[in-house]
């Protein structure tokens, strides 16, 4: 069982065309692409001194929302599922057996859905990517946050000025808020890929491929309002 402490967490950016094109553009408008925000969790194994950086994109958690109906609002749940996610062992792995810890959550959450199991509630994909987490942090890892006095000790060691918060992942909740509209075009994804395998099927108004509008097409585009009979009313 091992422990990783989280020393900090730092708001970066994916890479960006910004100076490439401000270099050739300077006069002109332009229309970057990048700089997307992404998180850095800082951590550290205190029995090797080993440390490292979990990092991934901030859209992370607009996926993990739409992937597993989280509320977008609930920033806890959804951060938890995104640090314990990479530990969670594959179960295409044929040499799991030969970790006692890995075959342990491998056997205790053996058949339980994912998020790509069709016709299975919200709520019972969400219940069995916890228990994996769960099983993960029962057999093979917890992240704690390291002493605060530490923190703040390496902070000032380096010169830094900054003040080390009471939890090292602060940072992350305070600022993180959710599009709600980027959720529900994710969640529009998730549920084409979901439902049809990537082998296509009719728009609908809620079921549809990328850059497709179903309109007034039929299937389950809105209905027609009482007491009309038609767009003109007529």
């Known amino acids: 069982m091992e422990t990783l402490h989280i020393w900090d967490a730092e708001l970066g950016y994916s890479h960006t065309t910004l100076a490439r094109q401000v270099e050739t553009s300077e006069h002109q408008p332009i229309i ?19 440390h490292g950086t979990h990092s991934f994109p901030h859209v992370t958690f ?10 977008p609002e609930d920033v806890d749940t959804l951060l938890d ?14 040499l799991a057996w030969q ?3 890995t075959a342990k959550i491998l056997a205790a959450t053996r058949g339980l859905p994912t998020c790509w199991t069709p016709g299975v509630p919200d709520h019972e994909r969400l219940a069995a990517h916890q228990e994996r987490l769960r099983q993960v942090k029962l057999h093979r890892l917890t992240l704690e946050p390291a002493a605060r006095t530490d923190r703040q000790g390496a902070l000032e060691f380096v010169g830094s000025r900054r003040m ?33 395998q990537g082998y ?5 108004f809620t079921l549809k491929p990328p850059a497709t509008f179903a309109g007034m097409q039929g299937g389950d585009g809105p209905s027609t309002p009482p007491h009309s009979n038609g767009p003109e009313g007529k």
């Open 200 to 204: 296509g099927a009719p728009a609908t």
């Open 164 to 196: 080390a918060p009471t939890d090292p992942l602060d940072p992350i909740r305070s600022q993180t808020r959710l599009d709600p509209v980027r959720v529900a075009a994710r969640r529009l994804a998730v549920d084409w890929q979901r439902e049809t």
């Open 32 to 50: 970057p692409d990048g700089a997307e925000p992404m998180w850095g969790v800082y951590f550290v194994q205190p029995d090797t001194a080993m």
């Open 81 to 94: 599922v995104i640090l314990y996610e990479p530990y969670i062992p594959n179960p295409d792995d044929a």
């Open 99 to 101: 970790q006692p810890e």
């Open 62 to 71: 607009e996926w993990r929302a739409a992937e597993y109906g989280i509320d």
